[in-house]
């Protein structure tokens, strides 16, 4: 059985840092695409970042530059470097697995498959 469990979350002041974390059990990702997502209040589940099999990493805009995702086949965990912090990144981030991820399938949540349960992101003025 697929699990997975974020980490890291907390409240930051604006221009601050977090390192998310997402462990994975239950079977061996390293040929699995990854991904981070967010949701905040009132508003639909969105991309944050995504990470290949290969190592390939792609970004939504909103937080290219400053968010790093990275991966440790090794530990079964991806991680997401979060740097310079808004207000706006202020939600619940969850990871995801997509066994058969895609770049044309990467952004849409759908079709990722296996979820974690969130893990709560509050950045404060």
């Known amino acids: 059985q697929v699990q997975l469990v974020e980490s890291g979350g907390g409240l930051v002041q604006a221009g601050g840092s977090l390192r998310l974390s997402c462990s994975a059990s239950?079977?061996?990702?390293?040929?699995?695409?990854m991904g981070w997502f967010r949701q905040a209040p009132g508003k639909e589940r969105e991309f944050v970042a995504a990470?290949?099999?290969?190592?390939?990493?792609y970004y939504a805009d909103s937080v290219k530059g400053r968010f790093t995702i990275s991966r440790d086949n090794a530990k079964n965990t991806m991680y997401l470097q979060m740097n310079n912090l808004k207000i706006e990144d202020t939600a619940v981030y969850y990871c995801?697995?997509?066994?058969?991820?895609?770049?044309?399938?990467?952004?849409?949540?759908?079709?990722?498959?296996?979820w974690g349960q969130g893990t709560q992101v509050t950045v404060s003025s």
């Open positions: 995801a697995v997509d066994p058969s991820m895609t770049i044309w399938t990467m952004r849409i949540h759908a079709r990722y498959p296996y």
């Open positions: 239950g079977h061996t990702f390293s040929s699995y695409g």
């Open positions: 990470i290949r099999s290969n190592g390939g990493s």
